[in-house]
């Protein structure tokens, strides 16, 4: 049943913003599959290698990631969910943690699953005012 699926989806998609806003990093990799594949932007300032797949090597940029920023915010505001696909709309405040500037900006979340597990995740936000986050003012 095609609808159920996508409400199955759907909780699984909540689970995932659950799990990492609790910080509990290990049950949120954990919805994902052993060969995931993880397509996010990448952030100027910020070296960490956002294409990558792998579970292991999620659980391994999720710890690095802990070093740069924190998410003051993490908030998804609507679940589309079509076919294997759930589509997240939202909004994330977060911190440098190098020059403790923040910015906010919206999100756009693509969950692919498979088989009970997220089996693709693909990010868009605005990795400009991100980097610019992450960018020390020039002293004078």
């Known amino acids: 049943n095609k609808k159920m699926n996508e409400q199955e989806n759907i909780k699984l998609a909540e689970r995932a913003y659950e799990t990492f806003t609790t910080g509990d990093a290990e049950s949120f990799v954990n919805l994902f599959s052993e060969d995931v594949t993880w397509n996010a932007p990448e952030i100027e300032n910020l ?53 403790n500037n923040q910015y906010e900006t919206d999100f756009v979340h693509v969950f692919t699953v498979k088989d009970g597990k997220f089996v693709a995740f693909l990010e868009f936000l605005d990795n400009a005012a991100a980097g610019r986050a992450h960018t020390a003012a020039k002293s004078a």
């Not at 079509?82 to 939202?90: F, H, N």
Request: charged share 25%; net charge neutral; hydrophobic share 35%.
């Open 47 to 99: 070296p960490l290698q956002m294409k990558f797949s792998g579970r292991d090597k999620l659980t391994a940029v999720l710890s690095e990631h802990g070093n740069y920023e924190e998410y003051l915010k993490m908030e998804p505001t609507e679940f589309i969910a079509q076919g294997d696909k759930v589509v997240v709309l939202g909004n994330l405040v977060a911190r440098s943690k190098q020059t």
